[in-house]
């Protein structure tokens, strides 16, 4: 039904009578009366997304976009949304993809890219280059520990790149390396760029952050359990599992806990930050503890022509203890802003305001959670890391023009990233605030029991079609929720679950083999390393539901938070 227009009329004649749009309220059965002809409409755009990333290869940007026009005609035309209301929500999503998310992601880059501007991103690279020679430890410490560590900085397929270089460089055969690279780039990815993917997940379901974290920090820790041992069996093989299990499963066991406690109890933000550098940590100390071991042989570190050392002279302490300051200011501004005396006074630096033209009343009567926009803009982590950078720019001797144009050149470095973000949180809010995402919900709740099994699966394929794990959280998020609230599930165990399930679609997804192909300079052979990324995949995604379906049940049940 089409909301009315109510004329507001004074009781005395006055020039200032207003026309005052009413409210939207939410059906869930718009369309034809039907919940089934309503979830069916409402999968078109989510299938215009898919179908032009999997099958047509469309560029993520268009895909994106495409699907935004096709969410506002179902919004308008099939559910009734006022089209002034459908292009507000839209405008509120994409302001939102910019503000955090992407203000997170540019800020994050930034930092990284410093340290590759002055050369200390080649001294850090040689520093874990020289802790072993073995290349089994190498695919822990550089894929694992650095690749875990980049995702927390940068993501959007950033470590893949990187860590897959490094690994050639090392004397990887290029196929190995992608491999090796992309199964790596799984465990981080649900916290990775700063948490956004589920800072992403928390808005778009309404659910408190640290309720989704605590929840995502109770799954794919068990995830990195693993896979620095699929890490070792992947480079060398039954015999590389048997020389050096050790290191996999103490970094596998630290980072696990590392991740768990952080997300859980410090900071979201921080989560792959301080994992990854225990992890590194303890095979570092590990090493030096057993320095006869065969998969701790080590070298001197060589420094190469160009950076701050020389061809023949190895980096400097201060000079590695430069390539480590970015990574531990950043733990440090982080931390400081989380203090108990310090954080409700910069929490209460908020800006936060109803969104114009957009008056939507959820199925529950109440005020949908897409009307307000909130930002608490001091300890949002983008400021936060605006702040690390300026002290890391000082110490590695970054001037301010420098550093500013090292600010533009990552923008512009980003621009399709924007878009794309920017054009899928748009998506994702039109469809939520038409209750296009309640409708697909409340049909999916029909699974039952067998929803927890499932659910995991949804959020891998949207990552494996759109590389991103934000973006797949912003599009199935909301859905999960009312699903889970349907089917009488914890509605935190489904949304974590899609987060969760989507770090294994990351390595199969088109824009991650890509990256990694051309990395590596294979290009042409993604369907290769498809062949041999696809069974890994697969087969944690099992594991992954399995958990998650016994964490619906009394029998893990009391892992949920």
């Not at 760029?193 to 605590?214: C, D, F, K, N, W």
């Not at 802003?337 to 199925?363: C, E, M, R, Y």
């Not at 590389?467 to 797949?472: K, L, M, R, V, Y």
Request: overall charge positive; some cysteine.
């Amino acid at each position: 039904m089409w909301p009315t227009v109510a004329l507001i009329v004074p009781s005395s004649p006055s020039p200032t009578a207003a026309i005052v749009l009413a409210a939207y309220e939410q059906n869930p059965e718009a369309v034809g009366g039907s919940l089934g002809l309503s979830a069916l409409v409402s999968v078109v755009p989510l299938a215009v997304v898919l179908v032009l990333l999997g099958v047509l290869r469309v560029r993520a940007p268009w895909a994106a976009l495409s699907g935004l026009a096709a969410a506002l005609v179902v919004a308008i035309l099939g559910f009734a949304m006022p089209f002034g209301m459908a292009l507000s929500a839209a405008a509120h999503g994409a302001f939102y993809g910019l503000f955090p998310i992407l203000w997170i992601v540019v800020n994050a880059l930034w930092v990284f890219n410093m340290t590759v501007a002055t050369g200390h991103f080649d001294v850090l690279r040689r520093s874990f280059g020289a802790l072993s020679i073995d290349e089994r430890t190498q695919a822990i410490l550089v894929a694992f520990c650095f690749g875990g560590l980049l995702e927390a900085l940068a993501g959007f397929g950033a470590p893949v790149a990187i860590t897959s270089v490094m690994l050639v460089a090392l004397g990887f055969k290029p196929m190995k390396a992608a491999v090796v690279a992309l199964v790596a780039n799984t465990a981080p990815v649900a916290f990775g760029a700063m948490g956004v993917p589920v800072i992403t997940l928390a808005r778009v379901t309404g659910l408190p952050l640290e309720q989704v974290a605590s929840m995502v920090g109770r799954q794919t820790p068990l995830l990195a359990l693993f896979v620095p041992l699929v890490l070792v069996f992947l480079v060398d093989g039954r015999r590389g599992v048997r020389e050096a299990w050790v290191p996999a499963v103490v970094c596998g066991v630290v980072f696990a806990v590392g991740q768990f406690v952080t997300s859980n109890f410090i900071s979201v933000e921080l989560t792959d930050i301080v994992a990854s550098l225990l992890g590194a940590v303890a095979v570092f100390l590990l090493a030096r503890a057993q320095p006869h071991a065969v998969w701790a042989a080590r070298r001197p570190a060589v420094a190469a022509a160009g950076g701050p050392g020389t061809a023949t002279q190895p980096d400097s302490p201060a000079e590695v203890r430069k390539a480590y300051a970015p990574y531990v200011i950043i733990v440090v501004v982080f931390a400081l802003a989380q203090l108990p005396g310090l954080k409700p006074a910069l929490d209460s630096l908020k800006l936060a305001f109803h969104w114009p033209f957009l008056d939507v009343i959820g199925t529950d009567g109440k005020p949908h959670s897409t009307t307000s926009f909130s930002l608490t803009w001091l300890t949002t982590a983008g400021s936060l890391m605006v702040i690390a950078g300026i002290i890391v720019a000082l110490i590695l001797g970054v001037g301010a023009w420098r550093a500013l144009a090292i600010w533009g050149r990552t923008v512009s470095e980003l621009r399709w990233a924007i878009l794309t973000v920017a054009a899928v949180l748009a998506l994702a809010y039109v469809m939520n605030a038409s209750a296009q995402t309640t409708a697909i919900g409340l049909f999916v709740a029909g699974a039952g029991a067998a929803l927890a099994f499932v659910s995991p699966v949804l959020g891998w394929l949207g990552v494996a079609v759109t590389g991103s794990d934000t973006s797949a959280n912003a599009l199935f998020g909301s859905l999960q929720v009312t699903a889970a609230q349907g089917a009488g599930l914890p509605p935190e165990l489904l949304a974590a679950a899609n987060s969760s399930g989507g770090v294994l679609g990351k390595m199969l997804s088109p824009q991650n083999l890509t990256i990694a192909a051309v990395a590596v300079r294979l290009e042409g052979q993604e369907g290769v390393i498809l062949r041999k990324v696809v069974g890994w995949s697969l087969g944690m995604l099992l594991v992954l539901a399995v958990l998650i379906t016994l964490q619906a049940t009394p029998v893990l049940g009391w892992m949920l938070p």
